[in-house]
């Protein structure tokens, strides 16, 4: 069965700073990868994805994730973190075959990001 | 657009009432699919629907039932609520196609006291 961690809880960076989130996957294949990000008491919101080809995938509001497979790991990253990015972000991943396909996703626990001024 | 949409979005049950969470996608997508949200969990799925008349377990289906009669609406039942299920449930769809894109709604806030 695939899973995924995310493996720090709380984040908290000074606007301006820059950011990285982990998150690691296990899966027998590479799957499809996945970042959301979640404001409080709002839905989802679908920052990049990572289906296959150039390993490092751009993303929305500036945002990057690397698909390392070696490390099984997909990180986000953002060079210059704003206050508007305080929310809740969620690493998933679908299989290829099958999941993926039916909007089956295994989602990490969530990293929330707090910004300081 | 529409795109998915759920209601009730806030709803306080007593313990062993039931109720239905309405979800509804206006794009035709043969996917759809229930999650539930709990802190320090991530989002976990409940039932799934490949679609009309076909749907199947997600990870965490015990206490919830679904159907699914038409390609626009599939509804969650908690038949008897339990505190349990204090949650926030996202319905979404998507249309065929792995790489396609997975439409979220936003989400139904349910307290079970």
């Known amino acids: 069965a695939q899973s995924v961690t995310q493996p720090d809880i709380h984040i908290t960076v000074s606007e301006g700073a820059s950011l990285e989130l982990r998150c690691n996957y296990s899966?027998?294949?590479?799957?499809?990868l996945f970042w959301y990000v979640q404001s409080p008491g709002q839905g989802l919101q679908l920052l990049l994805k990572?289906?296959?080809?150039?390993?490092l995938v751009q993303g929305i509001k500036g945002f990057e994730a690397e698909f390392k497979r070696s490390q099984s790991s997909f990180n986000l990253r953002k060079p210059s973190v704003h206050w508007s990015d305080a929310a809740e972000y969620f690493c998933?991943?679908?299989?290829?075959?099958?999941?993926?396909?039916?909007?089956?996703?295994?989602f990490g626990q969530g990293t929330i990001l707090t910004v300081h001024p | 657009n529409a795109g998915v949409t759920q209601t009730p979005k806030f709803q306080v049950l007593k313990t062993g009432q039931s109720m239905t969470l309405q979800c509804a996608q206006d794009?035709?997508?043969?996917?759809m699919s229930w999650y539930r949200q709990d802190p320090g969990m991530g989002l976990r799925l409940i039932h799934y629907?490949?679609?009309?008349?076909?749907?199947d377990q997600g990870e965490v289906p015990n206490g919830y039932n679904v159907s699914r009669s038409t390609t626009e609406d599939f509804p969650l039942r908690l038949l008897s609520a339990a505190p349990s299920q204090t949650s926030v449930y996202f319905c979404?769809?998507?249309?065929?196609?792995?790489?396609?894109?997975?439409?979220f709604g936003e989400g139904s806030w349910l307290t079970v006291v």
């Open positions: 979404a769809s998507k249309t065929q196609g792995g790489r396609n894109t997975i439409y």
């Open positions: 899966y027998g294949a590479t799957p499809y």
């Open positions: 990572y289906f296959s080809g150039d390993t």
């Open positions: 998933a991943v679908g299989a290829r075959a099958g999941g993926t396909s039916y909007g089956k996703l295994t």
């Open positions: 794009m035709n997508h043969e996917y």
């Open positions: 629907s490949v679609g009309a008349g076909i749907t």
